[in-house]
């Protein structure tokens, strides 16, 4: 129960460190958590994380346990969009599509758990103060370019690999639309998905799945009618939940370091809107994970 399609596993070990992510784990491999997708920012990150992974695992003293959480635990490896990257993102996304092939014919420490490409996108949302230290000050017609051109190169990666793609796309709607087009690669997800029914409708049209987290529970009262009426709309075969911990922890936990146990909050307020069961809701994200991401089957 309660898949989480996209967390930042590493940032918490480097957070609580490796016993707390094995005890994560171990309490996620308990509630029988079939499908949990630790998520890649950096170029060269996916060795390093899935090294990290597997200490962790190592510090389960039962085998059983142990084998539980390794079968639920799977990697995506892509470029945040942030500056440094987009200036040099020739060499970066070269060195990332080497990191994947290197996981892909190895193995190395997850033998065939590279399932997706990303996160990857746009992010015009400008909050120096928050956590991406994100400012529209000192950005420029080349950066902008250069972030969409980055985009692209991902897209057309995960295009050749036939690899899913998590996409990041904040206040950014009509860009990411037009990255997408252009590549002609319509296979992933919207994740963290933060627009309209409209918008939802130019996605789910063109067959990406859309992930709601954490944000959904604490939606401004004035706009809550249309979140619920967002929560409706996405179909069945579409939906997918995820955490984005260590960030964007649900309600009644706002505030709270987030974690993928937290994510069952999230599961019991969309099954609410929905009007559905939460093991209901449960099966249907997991058979989405199936199907898009190629598992259990």
Known sequence: MYSDTHFHFHYLIEQFGSQWGA????????????????????????????AAARECLDRIPSEEVRSKAESMLF??????????????????????GKQIERARADGGAFPGRLVALGECGLDHHWNPSGVDGRSEEGWNEALFKGESEMFMMQLELAKGMLLPVIVHSREAFGGTLSCI????????????????????????????????????????????????????FIPDDRLLLETDAPYLAPVPCRGQTNTPLLISHTYEFIAKVRGIAVADLCRTVDSNCRELFGIGQ
Not at 30 to 35: K, L
Not at 78 to 84: A, L, S, T, Y
């Open 23 to 50: 005890s994560l784990l171990g309490n996620l491999a308990a509630r029988d958590c079939f499908f949990a997708l630790d998520i890649g920012t950096k170029h060269d990150d996916l060795l390093s994380r899935q």
């Open 75 to 96: 990697f995506s490896a892509g470029i945040w969009p942030d500056e440094e990257s987009i200036r040099l993102r020739i060499e970066r996304v070269a060195c990332l």
């Open 181 to 232: 087009d252009e590549v002609g690669w319509h296979r992933g997800i919207i994740h963290c998905y933060s627009y309209g029914v409209d918008e939802a409708r130019s996605f789910l049209d063109r067959g990406w799945y859309i992930a709601l987290g954490g944000a959904v529970t604490y939606t401004k009262k004035r706009l809550m009618e249309q979140m619920e009426q967002l929560i409706r």
